[in-house]
């Protein structure tokens, strides 16, 4: 049964024996005469002779950078653009009605009106000593000016005592007792003026006081800040305000801001004052711009926070912070060649680009940056404003080849 196999392959042997070493004998006993090595190169070298002469044929596409917008989607949320939490400065009972949240109040508005108590006493007090240290102040300037005509006149007879004591006039004694009298009149001067730095320091003090009572009658009407909604109740009327306690919460949602974060690698195309468009999740849909982009990332997610402020139209509905909102950031356009995804390439160094077709039908590696795909292909950055970029045949090719280049029509 091993018979025929071996048979077979002798056989099989045998004849690539005599194809390979004795083709021309097989040849001859068939009657075909031997093929000449000249005659068969012939007519080939002819061809690859005219083919090197015009190049390695491509087809390039003529592409003219064009401006594309980049924009840079976010999800963020709704939030007020304020919100105080208004609480109190001093200790009262409330004695206003209570007023509900969701209403509407303007800047300037009561909210919460506290008693008086002994304020109003304190007050009429602090007024009364006002006037009283204010009375006391011409006393104390006479006082001064008592004192300094005193001691002009304690000088004088200083002077006279002491030229009448020169001529043999006046005893040293005389002498003694007027300068005395000077250092008396001098000490009296200053006391005086003591006195009257005292009466006015009494009226600072006063006034002092009377400032502090008036703010102290002011802390009883805690005021809207700004115009705005009531996020809560405020205080019901009997409730007793500790400083530091609530009264109420004010909200303002006009103009509105809307809070996303990006990434590290998009904040860059973020600039203060570019448009944005917000789509909220129950559809409406508002314009507005960037008005804040963080410096500093989050430490934990590595996003930075993005503020865009968007105004509501008199007719839209009412928009509540927290609402989910898409944010479409539009603005930063740059030159970009659009191409077919096939005409991208690497080099030797694994770096991406395109070849082009340069002077004199020579082909040259381009490296690009891929910005955005579409359906039509993909934009790419770095080639000058006109360029031409092989599509087919780029694979064929390296740099300084020569080309013969067909032109394909864009959209083609």
């Known amino acids: 049964m091993r018979l025929f196999p071996i048979l077979t392959a002798i056989l099989v042997v045998a004849g690539l024996y005599l194809l390979v070493f004795q083709r021309d004998t097989l040849e001859t006993a068939a009657g075909t005469p031997p093929t000449e090595a000249g005659a068969d190169s012939a007519a080939p070298t002819g061809e690859t002779t005219s083919q090197a002469d015009r190049g390695v044929s491509v087809v390039a596409l003529r592409t003219t950078a064009r401006e594309i917008e980049m924009p840079v989607l976010l999800r963020g949320r709704t939030e007020a653009n304020r919100r105080v939490e208004l609480r109190s400065e001093t200790t009262g009972q409330v004695i206003s009605a209570k007023i509900a949240k969701g209403s509407i109040v303007d800047e300037g508005d009561i909210l919460c009106q506290l008693d008086a108590g002994t304020r109003e006493a304190s007050l009429a007090e602090a007024t009364a000593r006002l006037a009283e240290a204010r009375a006391r102040a011409p006393e104390a300037e ?218 004199r039908g020579v082909a040259s590696f381009a490296p690009v940056a891929m910005v955005r795909d579409s359906i039509d292909g993909v934009w790419i950055t770095g080639l000058p404003a006109t360029a031409e970029v092989i599509i087919v045949g780029h694979h064929y090719v390296t740099d300084g080849v020569a080309l013969d280049v067909t032109y394909r029509e864009p959209g083609i």
């Not at 003090?205 to 909604?229: C, D, H, K, N, Y």
């Open 142 to 359: 006479a006082r001064v000016i008592e004192a300094q005509a005193r001691l002009d006149e304690a000088m004088f007879n200083l002077t006279a005592a002491t030229k009448l004591s020169e001529g043999g006039f006046a005893s040293d004694t005389r002498v003694a007792n007027t300068r005395a009298a000077v250092e008396a009149a001098r000490a009296s001067f200053i006391a005086a003026q003591s006195g009257a730095a005292s009466s006015a320091a009494a009226i600072q003090s006063a006034e002092a006081a009377v400032a502090a009572a008036e703010r102290e009658i002011e802390r009883l009407q805690i005021r809207a800040p700004f115009a705005g909604t009531l996020e809560t109740d405020t205080a019901d009327i009997g409730t007793l305000l500790q400083p530091g306690a609530v009264c109420t919460t004010v909200v303002q949602y006009d103009p509105v801001r809307v809070v996303g974060y990006v990434s590290e690698l998009q904040v860059d195309k973020l600039t203060i004052g570019l448009p944005a468009e917000v789509r909220l999740a129950a559809g409406a849909e508002l314009t507005g711009r960037v008005t804040f982009v963080a410096d500093t990332a989050d430490p934990i997610t590595r996003t930075f926070r993005v503020e865009v402020q968007i105004t509501r139209p008199d007719d839209a509905a009412i928009i509540r912070a927290g609402q989910t909102a898409e944010v479409v950031i539009t603005g930063n356009a740059l030159l970009a060649h659009l191409v077919p995804q096939s005409a991208l390439t690497l080099d030797d160094d694994g770096q991406l680009g395109v070849r082009i077709v340069v002077d």
